[in-house]
Nanobody, 128 residues
Framework: QLQLVESGGGLVQPGGSLRLSCAAS?????????IGWFRQAPGKEREGVSC????????NYADSVKGRFTISRDIATSTVYLQMNSLKPEDTAVYYC????????????????????WGQGTQVTVSS
């Protein structure tokens, strides 16, 4: 079955970096999908962080992470990365990746309802 698995989370000091990975499996060669990264902090709603189209030509970032986070994808390995630099305590959250099936040229950063499959999440904690 279709599956997304996140990895790369952990504890990092403010100003540090982490790279999250989202590995997709179970998709056929005829499937194409955009990937979104979302995060949810305790007591807060899930928010869209970034997304990338299947083509890779379209990306989108939340204002809070622009200039600090970079999303990329490797079609050959079905993996999407989220490079997070200059991390702040307010970036602390569980990070989820999700797949929007049959979205080729665009991606939807902030609409969870557009996404069909979700990973289990990985914890990112930014603290000194």
């Amino acid at each position: 079955q279709l599956q997304l698995v996140e990895s790369g989370g952990g504890l990092v000091q403010p100003g540090g970096s982490l790279r999250l990975s989202c590995a997709a499996s179970g998709f056929t060669k005829d499937d194409y999908y955009a990937i979104g990264w979302f995060r949810q902090a305790p007591g807060k709603e899930r928010e869209g962080v970034s997304c990338i189209s299947f083509s890779g030509g379209s990306t989108n970032y939340a204002d809070s992470v622009k200039g600090r986070f970079t999303i990329s994808r490797d079609i050959a390995t079905s993996t999407v990365y989220l490079q997070m630099n200059s991390l702040k305590p307010e970036d602390t959250a569980v990070y989820y990746c999700a797949a929007d099936l049959y979205s080729y040229y665009t991606c939807s950063r902030d609409k969870t309802s557009d996404y069909d499959y979700w990973g289990q999440g990985t914890q990112v904690t930014v603290s000194s």
